[in-house]
């Protein structure tokens, strides 16, 4: 069975950095494309990062450009999301995803979802 688990999230400050954590059980992480998508109360979700199976090729929102890394490591079926010089309107619950897509990180139509993990930057 797949599942998605997120962890890492928190209340920091503005300016301030958090490292979010997606593990990923029932599934080997080479052969799926991973994505980081975030939603703020009464907001839609949208997308934030996302990379091929092996981690070579990624993308970001326009938005995380410059602040946010994501990585792998498909041996650990680990990613990550490293977030710096955190913003107020970076506040949502962050999730991962999972799909077998070649491609398309940005659509927000992943088969696999992890719960999220809450994160709150204050001003």
């Known amino acids: 069975q797949v599942q998605l688990v997120e962890s890492g999230g928190g209340l920091v400050q503005a300016g301030g950095s958090l490292r979010l954590s997606c593990a990923a059980s029932?599934?080997?992480?080479?052969?799926?494309?991973m994505g980081w998508f975030r939603q703020a109360p009464g907001k839609e979700r949208e997308f934030v990062a996302g990379?091929?199976?092996?981690?070579?090729?990624?993308v970001y929102a326009d938005s995380v450009k410059g602040r946010f890394t994501m990585s792998r490591d498909n041996a650990k079926n680990t990613v990550y999301l490293q977030m710096n010089s955190l913003k107020p309107e970076d506040t949502a619950v962050y999730y991962c995803?999972?799909?077998?897509?070649?491609?398309?990180?940005?659509?927000?139509?992943?088969?696999?979802w992890g719960q999220g993990t809450q994160v709150t930057v204050s001003s």
């Open positions: 995803a999972a799909d077998r897509r070649f491609g398309n990180y940005e659509k927000n139509d992943y088969v696999y």
């Open positions: 990379s091929d199976w092996s981690g070579g090729s990624t």
């Open positions: 029932g599934l080997t992480l080479s052969y799926y494309v």
